[in-house]
């Protein structure tokens, strides 16, 4: 049970399989209407949303109030670096994932304790203002000519250290009482275009993505929760990106090229990777096996126009989640401060 579950209001079903942005940093009227008749099973939360401490509270105690589940999950892309929706001045910078792979080139032991620590701030940042969820770590492997949208977010080109530290990050995460989301599984570091702008088209051989792309979700494949990429990967299934394809979906991403179990959300909705409506984008992400969707703009007629496509969680995704939020606890207690010294004096800055 969540941390909040004692809370919930009754209900007789399950949520819908969805998650929502919302548009501002306020809750409007219309929204918590829209809301509260939909039933999403969470939220999340970006830039336009984000404002400071008390703004970010209150956001977050409406929108779960709008669905009357007070363990509704809200979630929020914290990775660091250029991925970072909650800012100076009010919350600290963390440094993009690329520095602790530099570190673990250097020193692996002291890479893996500069990750963890990451994840336990991070986890501190967000729970303070009740956000439950960090869709990260990225374990994505990037390669030479690949597009930078991933780059420096991925922690090395090497697995075998982006699956170490992506483990330390996500354990972190955890230890500070928030879920770890890892992405973009079953991989994104190859794509040599931007998934929000176009849809990528991975040409590398089965093989290859088997003993580098694949491997760090195969070894993760225990966390509980996963973001699937839009990107085709051809040798697989030349037709479709990764989260429309079944084909993917169960022969890869279940299948024993990786074995996850958790629950999956799709990559946003949103991007211009998918094609069509909103409607049809949803009805193609479930089909292929997906559990939530995610859509993330706060466009309230999108999200209308796609609600009817997207049914409450059905009995395993339910279970899935179910499992996911049995990992959360109440944060272990730490010396933060301590620890931010400890994690500049890895790093070697003046401040983490």
Same mark, same amino acid.
């Given at each position: &049970?969540?941390?909040?579950?004692?809370? $919930?209001?009754?209900?007789?079903?399950?949520?819908?399989?969805?998650?929502?942005?919302?548009?501002?940093? *306020?809750?409007?009227?219309?929204?918590?209407?829209?809301? %509260?008749?939909?039933?999403?099973?969470?939220? +999340?939360?970006?830039?336009?949303?984000?404002?400071?401490?008390?703004?970010?509270?209150?956001?977050?105690?409406?929108?779960?109030?709008?669905?009357?589940?007070?363990?509704?999950?809200?979630?929020?892309?914290?990775?660091?670096? %250029?991925?970072?929706?909650?800012?100076?001045?009010?919350?600290?910078?963390?440094?993009? &994932?690329?520095?602790?792979?530099?570190?673990?080139?250097? *020193? /692996?032991?002291?890479?893996?304790?500069? @990750?963890?620590?990451?994840?336990?701030?991070?986890?501190?940042?967000?729970?303070?203002?009740?956000?439950?969820?960090?869709? @990260?770590?990225?374990? *994505?492997?990037?390669?030479? #000519?690949? !597009?930078?949208?991933?780059?420096?977010?991925?922690? $090395?080109?090497?697995?075998?250290?982006?699956?170490?530290?992506?483990?330390?990050?996500?354990?972190?995460?955890?230890?500070?009482?928030?879920? /770890?989301? +890892?992405? !973009?599984?079953?991989?994104?570091?190859?794509?040599?275009?931007?998934?929000?702008?176009?849809?990528?088209?991975?040409?590398?051989?089965?093989?290859?993505?088997?003993?580098?792309?694949?491997?760090?979700?195969?070894?993760?494949?225990?966390?509980?929760?996963?973001?699937?990429?839009?990107?085709?990967?051809?040798?697989?299934?030349?037709?479709?990106? @990764?989260?429309?394809?079944? +084909?993917?979906?169960?022969?890869?991403?279940? #299948?024993? $090229?990786?074995?996850?179990?958790?629950?999956?959300?799709?990559?946003?909705?949103? &991007?211009?990777?998918?094609?069509?409506?909103?409607?049809?984008?949803? =009805?193609?992400?479930?089909?292929?096996?997906?559990?939530?969707?995610?859509?993330?703009?706060?466009?309230?007629?999108?999200? %209308?126009?796609?609600?009817?496509?997207? /049914?409450?969680?059905?009995?395993?995704?339910?279970?899935?989640?179910?499992?996911?939020?049995? &990992?959360?606890?109440?944060? *272990?207690?730490?010396?933060? $401060?301590?620890?931010?010294?400890r994690l500049a004096e890895l790093l070697g800055t003046? =401040?983490a």
């Amino acid at each position: &049970m969540g941390l909040e579950s004692a809370g $919930s209001a009754p209900s007789g079903a399950c949520p819908r399989a969805v998650v929502f942005g919302c548009a501002g940093p *306020d809750l409007t009227p219309d929204e918590a209407a829209f809301f %509260r008749e939909a039933d999403p099973l969470g939220f +999340i939360l970006f830039r336009r949303n984000c404002v400071d401490r008390d703004q970010m509270r209150r956001l977050v105690a409406d929108l779960r109030a709008s669905v009357g589940r007070a363990d509704a999950p809200v979630l929020i892309d914290q990775e660091g670096g %250029r991925v970072a929706r909650m800012r100076p001045p009010h919350w600290p910078a963390h440094p993009p &994932m690329g520095v602790f792979g530099d570190l673990a080139a250097r *020193d /692996p032991a002291a890479g893996r304790e500069a @990750a963890w620590i990451n994840g336990r701030l991070l986890a501190h940042m967000l729970a303070e203002v009740g956000i439950t969820v960090d869709c @990260a770590p990225v374990c *994505d492997v990037p390669v030479e #000519g690949a !597009h930078d949208i991933i780059g420096d977010r991925a922690f $090395s080109r090497d697995p075998a250290i982006v699956t170490a530290l992506a483990r330390a990050t996500a354990e972190g995460l955890l230890a500070g009482g928030v879920l /770890p989301v +890892i992405k !973009h599984i079953p991989g994104h570091g190859r794509a040599g275009t931007d998934s929000h702008a176009e849809l990528p088209v991975v040409e590398a051989g089965r093989a290859v993505l088997e003993a580098t792309d694949f491997l760090p979700f195969r070894a993760l494949a225990d966390l509980p929760l996963a973001m699937v990429a839009h990107v085709v990967l051809k040798a697989i299934d030349p037709d479709a990106p @990764a989260s429309t394809s079944p +084909i993917v979906v169960r022969e890869v991403v279940r #299948g024993p $090229s990786i074995g996850f179990d958790g629950l999956l959300f799709s990559d946003d909705l949103s &991007m211009n990777a998918l094609r069509g409506e909103p409607y049809a984008r949803a =009805q193609a992400v479930l089909a292929a096996g997906m559990d939530v969707v995610l859509h993330c703009n706060g466009d309230l007629d999108e999200m %209308r126009a796609l609600l009817g496509a997207v /049914p409450a969680l059905d009995k395993v995704a339910a279970e899935r989640w179910a499992r996911a939020e049995a &990992m959360r606890h109440a944060p *272990d207690p730490v010396d933060i $401060s301590a620890m931010t010294n400890r994690l500049a004096e890895l790093l070697g800055t003046g =401040q983490a």
